[in-house]
């Protein structure tokens, strides 16, 4: 079987200078779990430029949403960003991740910990029906630098309560925002409001490994800083083949 095949691009969305998304064309034969990533990319020179993206749309869509950085210099990604609609893109046959609920143990929350373009896997899972028949609260915190770069996911919540699948549990999901850079209603890394116990305050209590469940995505750093506070509440890491009580993946840059 080929490595990729070539994918139509259906839409392109420019939300800042440095983010867009785009929809593609989804072949019948791509089958992937919410959550999951890709190899995506374009022909460069003649020969394949891939990167790993996450799907940003949910496993029971027509088509693929992506979310992505724009890197001036970044070979896939500079060049990437100039794509229109009816443009062909190369899309991997196989996905793959951790940030999915077989990955999981049951639970009562869900937190989503997502910085930048780390939202875009837990795009997926927030419509994906799974995630509120497993969960009785979903927490989707995102922080960036700016107020423009939460555009993306605040358009995406708003739409859920009008979702044919999952807006009937809209009212589970709690979207979680922050800034690190301009004036917020609410301000500082998704890290200082655990230490400070504001997450939690507003979010109904402390960490509790017996019911709380968390996929973490964003950069390295981020990972690693999440990863130590929640390993310090007590919840242990998962995997495909051993589900526990939290999963990380890092926000892949093109
Ligand atoms: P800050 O502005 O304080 O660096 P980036 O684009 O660098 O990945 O950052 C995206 C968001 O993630 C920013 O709001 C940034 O905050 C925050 N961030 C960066 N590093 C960490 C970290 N180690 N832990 C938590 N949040 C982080």
Redesign the pocket.
Known sequence: MAAFSEQRVLSVRHWTGSLFSFRVTRPASFRFRSGEFVMLGLKVDGKPLLRAYSMASPAWDDGLDFFSIKVADGPLTSRLQGIKEGDEILLGTKSVGTLVHDALLPGKRLFLLS??TGIAPFASIIRDPETYERFEQVILTH???EAAELAYGEELVASLKDDPLVGEHAHKLVHYTSL??QDHPRRG???ALMDTGQLWDETGGPLDPATDRVMIC??I??IN??KARVEAAGLEEGSNARPGAFVVEKAFVG
């Open positions: 910085t930048g922080t960036c630098r690190t850079r890394r998704i890290t964003g950069s750093n981020m800083d999440c």
